[in-house]
Structures are given as C-alpha cells and as structure tokens.
C-alpha cells in the first residue's frame, strides 16, 4: 500500500493534493507542515512518495527553486542539452534570507537562455522563443488556466509594434489534473513518468550553478 508524504505550509494546498491523489484507491497520507517536520517524519520511516512545496523558509526556497526551476527546465528541453555555464545576480528577502529576485544568463552549445524571477513583484510570465526568422511567445507558460484555451503568439518581426504576430490557441485543459493523471499512473506502474527522477536532478544541478555563480560573481559549470 504506497504511502505518500504531502509537504506543504500551506493547508489548502496540501488538502489539494490529497483531494486530486485520493481517487486512487490503497493511497495513504501523511502531511507535514514544514520542511523540517517532513525532514523529522523520513527519519522516522520511509514513504514510497514525497509531495514537496519547495517554497518553505525553514529550508530554502524562494524564487529559483519555485520559479525559475521551470526556466532552466523549458530550455533545457527546447535545447535538448545541458547549458555549458551560468551568470546570475540575486536579491535576498532581508526577513526569511530566500532569493526574492534572481536574474540569469545560461551559455547552451546552440544558443542561451536569460530569466528574470521573483516571489514580489508583480506577477507576469512569458516564454519567448527567439529564431532567425520568427519567435514564439507563450502566454501564461506555467499556470496555464484551467477553463482557458492555452495561447502563443508566433511572430515574423515585420511590425516591430508586434501586431503582426498570428494567435494560436490550444483546447482548454487542466494542466494540474493532467500532472495527477500522469503521477498516479506511475504510481500504480501503469506507465513511466515522462520526465524521469535523472531529469529532476539534471534541472537542480543548474539551479545549484546559479546559486553559485551569484556568490562567486562569475561564470560556473553545472
């Protein structure tokens, strides 16, 4: 009988996550309010699945982890490789000491990525995807809305002003349920994830050389 552990400082959010898993008959839960209660309930047992909010003062967090995680994770997949290094500037939160603004520019073998994060400003995402002879721009890449068609703009750069882009939209789907989905089919060994556990690591390893790049000031390897 899998047991999952459900980390989250947030109530609301952890009875989400057990309300979308509980379909699944034979899951048990255990919740943890704070990194360190999960960090003190593993030392206790094992579970066969941990459910992590990365945003938690008592153990890290802060805009990298929670957001610019899928930053890094977009380019590597468009880029289909590692980045070769990284640059990056961060602004800590003087209260909880997490990165409250992180900037970073990630050297690709065929091109780069730049991003901007942060938990204090206003909220604002776009995925711009630059070529010799259009661009692709993402609205809304990371939250997408559950009862709104998806939508990106492919744009040849003929009007500067942009008006020029042609809009395409995606059928409306809930992107969370479709993640539980695919979640609970691993689980009950119905099928792989189709982002593996190695990729997870691959994407924390830049987020590590980011950190790292902010103290030293200069470039850093993965």
Same mark, same amino acid.
């Given at each position: 009988?899998?047991?999952?552990?459900?980390?989250?400082d947030?109530?609301?959010?952890r009875?989400?996550?057990?309300?979308?898993?509980?379909?699944?008959?034979?899951?048990?839960?255990?919740?943890?309010?704070?990194?360190?209660?999960?960090?003190?309930?593993?030392?206790?047992?094992?579970?066969?699945?941990?459910?992590?909010?990365?945003?938690?003062?008592?153990?890290?967090?802060?805009?990298?982890?929670?957001?610019?995680?899928?930053?890094?994770?977009?380019?590597?997949?468009?880029?289909?490789?590692?980045?070769?290094?990284?640059?990056?500037?961060?602004?800590?939160?003087?209260?909880?000491?997490t990165?409250?603004?992180?900037?970073?520019?990630?050297?690709?073998?065929?091109?780069?990525?730049?991003?901007?994060?942060?938990?204090?400003?206003?909220?604002?995402q776009?995925?711009?995807?630059?070529g010799?002879?259009?661009? @692709?721009?993402?609205?809304?890449?990371?939250?997408?809305?559950?009862?709104?068609?998806?939508?990106?703009?492919?744009?040849?750069?003929?009007?500067?002003?942009?008006?020029?882009?042609?809009?395409?939209?995606?059928?409306?789907?809930?992107?969370?349920?479709?993640?539980?989905?695919?979640?609970?089919?691993?689980?009950?060994?119905?099928?792989?994830?189709?982002?593996?556990?190695?990729?997870?690591?691959?994407?924390?390893?830049? @987020?590590?050389?980011?950190f790292?790049?902010?103290?030293?000031?200069?470039?850093?390897?993965?």
């Amino acid at each position: 009988m899998p047991d999952i552990l459900v980390v989250d400082d947030s109530k609301v959010m952890r009875e989400m996550v057990v309300a979308c898993l509980r379909a699944i008959e034979g899951l048990t839960f255990a919740h943890a309010a704070s990194g360190l209660e999960a960090i003190e309930q593993l030392s206790l047992r094992p579970y066969d699945l941990v459910v992590l909010d990365l945003n938690m003062p008592d153990i890290g967090g802060g805009g990298l982890m929670d957001i610019g995680c899928y930053a890094i994770a977009t380019a590597r997949y468009i880029f289909e490789a590692e980045p070769l290094r990284v640059a990056s500037v961060i602004e800590r939160d003087p209260a909880m000491g997490t990165d409250r603004l992180t900037s970073a520019v990630l050297e690709f073998p065929d091109g780069h990525l730049t991003f901007t994060c942060s938990t204090q400003l206003a909220p604002h995402q776009r995925v711009t995807v630059m070529g010799t002879k259009a661009r @692709i721009e993402v609205l809304i890449p990371f939250n997408a809305p559950p009862d709104a068609p998806c939508r990106i703009l492919i744009d040849d750069g003929e009007a500067l002003d942009g008006s020029g882009a042609v809009a395409e939209d995606f059928p409306v789907t809930d992107q969370y349920t479709a993640q539980g989905d695919a979640v609970s089919r691993a689980i009950l060994g119905e099928a792989p994830l189709e982002f593996p556990l190695e990729d997870a690591i691959a994407n924390m390893r830049v @987020i590590d050389a980011v950190f790292r790049a902010a103290g030293s000031g200069g470039w850093e390897a993965p």
